[in-house]
């Protein structure tokens, strides 16, 4: 009730309001519209690489965003434009793995990546706090993993799932990952028509 009355006081000393004209926009106005946040990446710190990927993450709350770089790095900035995190995964070859689908868990804490060496996928799971990442591989190969999510309150990730076999539907599947880094060697399909 206090802060009701705080708030209504705070409108009446704030004096009227007006309602702000907007444009309409179409087809013929859209040149016209303007970001409200614009981060400039051909700006980017060394440690951030070149960015040129239109990929990218954010998290739930909009105050990070993962994108990739030319060398397969992913590199996480914060809404201000500071880079936070710069990282890769190394595969079989000793190369960073090219980067495919990138997601935020609901705090912003944990970031999850589908990867490839070109012959196998593998999921990777960056603890930001802790600069630290987990690599499980991809177990329902030859099937191709396209989108990767966090689960809301349990230590899984979600994969949308391309069935390799011609006529196959796709599928998803839930895989479990715990913190700190430990290999798994099991994954559950969830549901699969």
């Known amino acids: 009730m206090i802060r009701l009355l705080l708030a209504l006081l705070v409108l009446a000393l704030a004096g009227p309001l007006h309602a702000q004209e907007a444009e309409v926009i179409s087809a013929d106005t859209v040149d016209r519209l303007q970001p ?11 440690e951030a690489g070149e960015i040129i990927s239109g990929g990218f993450a954010m998290s739930r709350d909009g105050t990070r965003i993962a994108v990739r770089n030319r060398n397969n790095a992913i590199v996480v900035w914060s809404s201000d434009g500071e880079v936070l995190d710069v990282f890769s995964v190394p595969g079989a070859d000793g190369l960073p793995d090219t980067v495919l689908d990138t997601s935020f868990n609901r705090d912003g804490s944990l970031l999850a990546a589908i990867v490839s060496d070109g012959a196998f996928y593998a999921l990777a799971v960056r ?10 591989p991809f177990l329902h190969s030859p099937d191709v993993p396209l989108r990767v999510w966090f689960d809301a309150t349990e230590p899984y990730l979600w994969l949308e799932v391309a069935a390799a076999e011609p006529g196959e539907p796709a599928y998803i599947a839930r895989i479990p990952y715990i913190l700190p880094v430990q290999q798994l060697t099991e994954a559950a399909i969830v549901t699969r028509p």
Do not use: E, N, Y
């Open 36 to 46: 409200a946040v614009r981060i400039d990446f051909a700006s980017a710190p060394p």
């Open 127 to 136: 603890d930001l706090r802790q600069q630290v990442t987990m690599v499980l």
